[in-house]
Nanobody
Framework: VQLQASGGGLVQAGGSLRVSCATS????????VGWFRQAPGKEREFVAA????????YYADSVKGRFTISRDNAKNTVTLQMNSLKPEDTAVYYC???????????????????WGQGTLVTVSS
């Protein structure tokens, strides 16, 4: 499964941005997909995840209510809609895919086997 993240850019605080994760792999629809981010000088952290069916989603507390993850398995894409952006959301955003993830591990990056290259989101104050 090869992943391609896109859609990053520069936005003012309070604005919105959408980042997408696309793949050409047919196995994509059977994988949980997660978004992680890494801010300058900080460790990579979990942002959101969505199960293969799209029926269950999970969010970090810091983005809950502002970010929405969704997927279109017919198009092999997962989208992270980010609203009410804050300067602290500035980071490189990575999408990742994994299979067989149990609930307790869904926020753990070590459980995701496939990773995209990342896309930079910059939120100005």
């Amino acid at each position: 499964v090869q992943l391609q993240a896109s859609g990053g850019g520069l936005v003012q605080a309070g604005g919105s941005l959408r980042v997408s994760c696309a793949t050409s792999g047919r196995a994509f629809s059977s994988h949980t997909v997660g978004w992680f981010r890494q801010a300058p000088g900080k460790e990579r952290e979990f942002v959101a995840a969505i199960r293969s069916s799209g029926g269950n989603t999970y969010y970090a507390d810091s983005v809950k209510g502002r970010f929405t993850i969704s997927r279109d398995n017919a198009k092999n894409t997962v989208t992270l809609q980010m609203n009410s952006l804050k300067p602290e959301d500035t980071a490189v955003y990575y999408c990742a895919a994994g299979s067989g993830l149990i609930l307790s591990s869904i926020r753990s990056e070590s459980q995701y086997r496939y990773w995209g290259q990342g896309t930079l989101v910059t939120v100005s104050s």
